[in-house]
């Protein structure tokens, strides 16, 4: 399952960043163009709505004095449900069932068309590639595997009370923390092939989030960090200013593209490589690997 960073290893990122970086509100930083001073920028963002972020990360910014932007799935906050990528995870994690009744293999590769498993290791190990796999289909063939991989996983019941509530985050929002949304069922936009359910996915979740909470939005966060050329010009059409992808580069103001920010992603590792993502060295590794 989706493993979240550690509240230790959190505060130290914390820690490191308050030391190394000046950290600003993202859209100063976007919008502003903040004169350079001895230490380099930074912006913090969270993405999807988890209430862990109240639990865990807004005591430790307080502590650290650091803002930050928290990007919310609508329909997440809506229904009380995580991503469709962590109650995948959750269902073959804990589901009893060696099976995939009725599921309609004939979109997807050869690989995922044995779902007959002979032990739940079988299982699991099934959900972690076809949840990577499906991130990339186009939308509809994603949704209908989804449905039936929870249809047929019927034992499980799916994790509530994981999601702030609308209260929260106009609470945090209130608080000083910056909201954005993150689209309406967190889809990689880029496999959204009818125009129209992808600015429902980009103009709704704006819509839903300044209904719920007055917050008018000008930042959009692409979900897995999904975006092409018309993504981006849907993302304008909608009224952003900016995109925020992950890309797993720094962000260069003179030069990036403001609808397709790069951010580096940090995971529940090693403190070194945490470090080495902060300070750019593994995404300078993955650019030279590239060429």
């Given amino acids: 399952m989706w493993d979240p960073m550690d509240p230790a290893l959190f505060e130290q990122t914390l820690q490191y960043v308050q030391k190394k970086f000046h950290t600003i509100p993202l859209n100063e930083l976007l919008f502003d163009k903040p004169a350079r001073g001895t230490k380099p ?64 293999h004939s979109a997807l590769p050869e690989t995922f068309h044995n779902s007959n498993w002979q032990s739940n290791s079988e299982r699991i190990a099934y959900g972690k590639k076809i949840k990577q796999h499906l991130k990339w289909v186009p939308a509809a063939v994603r949704k209908k595997a989804i449905d039936t991989i929870l249809s047929s996983l019927h034992d499980v019941e799916l994790p509530g009370g994981m999601m702030m509530s609308w209260e929260d985050v106009q609470q945090i929002y209130t608080a000083g923390y910056d909201v954005g949304p993150h689209s ?48 981006k010009q849907h993302t304008l059409k909608a009224g952003y200013k900016a995109g925020l992808a992950v890309d797993r580069q720094l962000y260069q103001p003179a030069t990036d593209d403001l609808l397709a920010v790069p951010r580096i992603e940090l995971y529940n590792e090693s403190w070194k490589k945490v470090q080495l993502r902060m300070n750019g060295t593994i995404s300078f590794i993955e650019k030279i690997i590239k060429r």
């Fill in 184 to 231: 309406v069922s967190h889809p990689t936009l880029a496999t959204i092939e009818d125009d129209a359910e992808l600015d429902h996915e980009l103009v709704y979740a704006g819509q839903r989030l300044k209904e719920k909470t007055g917050i008018d939005a000008t930042v959009f966060s692409y979900p897995c960090g999904s975006y092409d050329d018309r993504v």
């Fill in 41 to 104: 920028f930074a912006a913090i963002t969270f993405d999807d709505g988890y209430r862990d972020f109240i639990d865990y990360s807004i005591p430790l910014l307080k502590k650290y004095q650091l803002p930050a932007s928290m990007f919310v799935t609508t329909d997440c906050i809506d229904k009380n449900l995580p991503t469709w990528t962590y109650v995948l995870d959750y269902a073959f994690e804990h589901s009893s069932i060696l099976s995939l009744k009725d599921f309609d």
